[in-house]
């Protein structure tokens, strides 16, 4: 699985485009702004868009979903919580399948209500629940320390420490880390009873 990873707009957005390898039928993951980059990527390497998915509902991870459905002709997956327009629809522990590659769906709400965050071939792509360093707000519509805690430590905690960590904002010191990098490192990660993870939140 070859993973692109672009900056996009001025929210340090990060857009995906994640191939498979042998088939070069690909994802988009969150699509919005700076879309002519997107193409040109696809383009250049001749490549299939199988879906393109949103990690959840906010604009800045959404905004580019049309024109690029119109670009590639690939219908837009979200999570059974989001209230946007799209074509298909996951929940927790579905698989998205393109070409050999399979990318497993895991609920992760508190960010948002239909946060997702996306695992397979040693990758974790967690939206904006987990960044390199911190995590999401929850301060939005739908936000949630609780549920945020329980996505982070009973969800996100007991996986592998080696998986590849693509968050959804480039808010950290680097663009990517590792599960285990930042259970060592995010002072979000640190290990804490439930009311003291709330009054850390605010």
């Not at 001025?10 to 879309?35: A, G, H, R």
């Not at 002709?73 to 399979?102: C, W, Y």
Request: proline letters at 2%; aromatic letters at 8%.
């Amino acid at each position: 699985m070859i993973v692109h990873q672009i900056q996009v707009g001025n929210m340090q957005n990060f857009s995906y485009v994640v191939v498979d390898d042998k088939t070069k039928e690909s994802l988009i993951i969150d699509p919005s702004w700076d879309l002519i980059e997107l193409e040109m990527i696809i383009k250049e390497n001749n490549l299939k868009i199988k879906y393109i998915v949103n990690t959840h509902h906010h604009f800045d991870h959404t905004l580019g979903n049309e024109t690029m459905k119109e670009f590639t002709g690939a219908p837009v997956i979200q999570h059974e919580r989001s209230e946007l327009n799209h074509d298909v629809t996951v929940k927790d522990g579905d698989s998205i399948t393109f070409g050999n590659s399979m990318l497993q769906v895991l609920h992760t709400p508190g960010h948002s209500t239909d946060s997702i965050c996306l695992i397979g071939d040693g990758k974790l792509f967690s939206g904006d629940t987990l960044f390199v360093g911190n995590c999401g707000r929850i301060d939005l519509p739908g936000g949630s320390a609780k549920e945020l805690y329980h996505s982070l430590f009973d969800v996100l905690y007991s996986l592998d420490d080696d998986l590849v960590m693509y968050p959804g904002h480039n808010y950290g010191h680097s663009e990517v880390s590792t599960l285990g990098e930042e259970k060592k490192t995010n002072m979000i990660l640190q290990k804490k009873t439930e009311q003291q993870f709330l009054d850390m939140m605010g």
